[in-house]
């Protein structure tokens, strides 16, 4: 083993090249057909997204070819959905579409007309639920699989709603809806309707059912639902609820209209539904088991539920290399025997027996070491019938997100970490040190302090290309989930309501003095990045407390909070409500935490980046600061990408992005 070359911290050589992370993939969703041996899912490739097929340990092979997949509903996803030997999906100019897996080429199923998500194909084939907007009116349409009819709406009159799913009978709908003020985190409404479906043309809804729980409403005004889904035996609906303060799994029994909580455990099931089409859970093709993701402290743990006993116990799996399992998938059927090449491969009787009880998982799988994967699992009784006594077959990889060439040792492994808050709570994050196997460095790194998007979120244990890029360079990297992130149960998420622009601005100064104060950073070399509402907080950040950041780096961070609630899109116009009040009445907080009314304190070094075609923080909004830095002549840069958006897709805008910021942090930090 080589002795380590002494190098300045910041000017480490580093494995992860800008170039590479601007080539990696982008996985963002896997599916099983209903045969239980055919795997789909969605690859980002620069600006366009692909639908990939794989079944019977062939070769992958790509779906779509000219028309880009990707839903606009919002924030998107919900973009595709496979049954029945086709894939429905949306494509970005609008339209749904169906083609088979065998072979042939999409099929439009509906004209282009406004934007459509969540396509959910009825268990009997014949009817295609999806989420539709058109001119700020969103809802629930319904269209035939081949797209011989005309689509019609089916449930309207809200101002949202999302993960609509069919019962088996295909005659039972349920989804989720909400209204204006709220945010889907914050209360909605669960919903379940029975449908006509034995008139002429499409179906129609006959029904609207409440459910209730005890003498009150499930839809309670501060309760949030989140991924309703029937039971294969059609007797139950599962749902995630967090009235406990934790999201927690329950269980709405259909005849007997009673409710039960299936998890109690302080740690989330759930996710702030950002975009459409997210999952945490799924049953068992016999429905003996809930399998569920939840969440430790940004970390994935598998569990499941017996429904039997009501016992939930941590699944016992080879996946331990894995921090973070996103998009579960579970095959309707099972599909682990037949995926083996012949039945030789099973030495027994008993082998076959236990291959033909298998559940068969999928996910889109990472680590702090691994880039994303698509992976897939089955797991097996080994003897009993319990989640204890449950194995797993070895781990499937059908998809890598990269290259992976990067030996681990050159990875950083995060570290949760926490600190006190001046009122005394507990606020939590992630730190990527400096790490290198061939380079040592004396005194103290750089930090990045890194706040993350939402505000409503969290930075998670997955494989995070922009923390290991800082911390393979010889910076240490910080990732804040300040009081307002999710993961931590609702008080924690609920703590930022009103007080946006000051909580998360202290706990990033907290993390920054928690560094110091541990010898984990140098005092003189902090440097705060963010974007979105995380770039809001850096903008904050240096308007408040000027002088404590050697350097700042901004991603289409939010300066104006007037022109935010009136230009940003329709998801978001009044999330503001609950983070900040109501216009008018709160006029006088809007100015106050709005960084562009006082830009003229910003004095530290800032580099700001913007996406061209931004609709959820238009480009005024780093218009203005930039025009402040101008004219009070403040060291700063300004990269605006043409033709991105809310984060960059094309890998040119990755790549010039990652070079700009590394030779903004050496003129400004390293060699300041």
């Not at 609509?164 to 989804?175: F, K, V």
């Not at 204006?180 to 043309?201: F, I, Q």
């Not at 980046?609 to 931004?614: A, P």
Request: proline share 7%; glycine share 8%.
């Amino acid at each position: 083993m080589t002795d380590q070359a002494h190098r300045p911290y910041g000017l480490w050589t580093s494995p992860i090249e800008p170039a590479s992370l601007a080539q990696a993939l982008r996985l963002s969703d896997v599916a099983w057909d209903t045969d239980g041996q055919t795997l789909v899912w969605l690859e980002g490739r620069s600006d366009r997204g692909v639908l990939v097929c794989a079944s019977g340990g062939q070769a992958p092979r790509d779906l779509t070819t000219t028309l880009s997949v990707r839903a606009m509903v919002g924030y998107g996803g919900g973009d595709m959905a496979v049954a029945g030997g086709y894939v429905y999906f949306v494509a970005q100019e609008g339209r749904l579409y169906r083609q088979s897996l065998a072979s042939g080429l999409p099929t439009p199923i509906t004209p282009q007309f406004g934007h459509m998500a969540a396509p959910t194909p009825s268990p009997d084939g014949r009817w295609l639920l999806f989420v539709h907007t058109y001119e700020r009116t969103d809802g629930l349409a319904i269209v035939d699989t081949a797209g011989e009819n005309w689509p019609q709406k089916l449930a309207f009159g809200q101002d949202f709603c999302m993960q609509p799913c069919w019962h088996p009978d295909s005659r039972r709908i349920a989804w989720v809806a909400w209204d204006h003020p709220s945010m889907p985190w914050d209360s909605t409404m669960l919903r379940m309707a029975t449908l006509d479906v034995d008139n002429k043309g499409l179906p129609s809804i006959a029904e609207v059912e409440s459910l209730r729980m005890g003498t009150s409403v499930v839809d309670r005004p501060d309760v949030a639902i989140f991924q309703p889904q029937f039971s294969p035996d059609g007797r139950s609906l599962a749902y995630i609820s967090d009235e406990s303060g934790w999201s927690n799994l329950y269980l709405y029994d259909l005849g007997q209209r009673t409710h039960r909580p299936l998890t109690t455990e302080p740690v989330d099931a759930g996710l702030p539904a950002w975009s459409q089409g997210l999952r945490t859970y799924g049953f068992s093709p016999n429905g003996r088991y809930l399998y569920y993701v939840r969440n430790e402290r940004g970390f994935s743990r598998l569990c499941a539920c017996d429904l039997h006993t009501d016992r939930t116990q941590a699944v016992p799996l080879a996946l331990d290399g894995y921090t973070s399992l996103a998009q579960i998938a579970i095959a309707p059927q099972n599909g682990a025997l037949t995926r083996c090449s012949t039945l030789a491969q099973c030495t027994s009787l008993a082998q076959c027996t236990q291959l033909a009880q298998c559940t068969s998982l999928a996910f889109v799988a990472s680590s702090s070491a691994v880039d994303a994967h698509i992976i897939s699992c089955a797991l097996c009784p080994a003897s009993g019938d319990t989640p204890q006594a449950q194995i797993q077959r070895p781990v499937q990889v059908y998809r890598r997100s990269a290259s992976e060439n990067v030996p681990n040792g050159h990875l950083a492994s995060p570290q949760p970490v926490q600190w006190s808050a001046p009122d005394g709570t507990s606020v939590h994050g992630l730190l990527y040190p400096p790490t290198s196997p061939q380079f040592t460095s004396t005194g103290l790194p750089p930090a990045i302090i890194h706040i993350h998007g939402g505000p409503t979120s969290q930075a998670r244990a997955s494989y995070n290309a922009r923390a290991q890029f800082f911390a393979t360079r010889g910076y240490a990297f910080l990732e804040v989930n300040y009081r307002g992130s999710t993961g931590y149960g609702k008080p924690y998420m609920a703590a930022l309501r009103g007080t946006w622009g000051l909580l998360d601005v202290e706990d990033a100064i907290g993390g920054a003095r928690y560094l110091v104060d541990a010898n984990l950073a140098d005092p003189n070399r902090l440097v705060i990045m963010g974007g979105s509402a995380g770039g809001y907080t850096v903008l904050k950040s240096l308007v408040d407390h000027p002088g404590f950041f050697k350097a700042a780096i901004c991603l289409y961070g939010v300066s104006n909070m007037f022109t935010l609630a009136a230009d940003t899109h329709k998801f978001e116009e009044r999330y503001l409500d609950s983070m900040l009040g109501p216009l008018p009445e709160a006029g006088a907080i809007y100015r106050q935490r709005s960084p562009a009314f006082f830009a003229d304190r910003i004095v530290d070094p800032i580099a700001i980046f913007q996406g061209e075609i931004d609709r959820v923080v238009p480009k005024a909004q780093s218009d203005a600061i930039v025009a402040s830095l101008q004219q009070r002549g403040i060291p700063h840069e300004y990269h605006v990408y043409a033709g991105e958006g809310h984060g960059w897709r094309k890998q040119e805008t990755i790549e010039a992005f990652y070079r700009a910021v590394e030779a903004f942090l050496k003129q400004y930090v390293i060699f300041a």
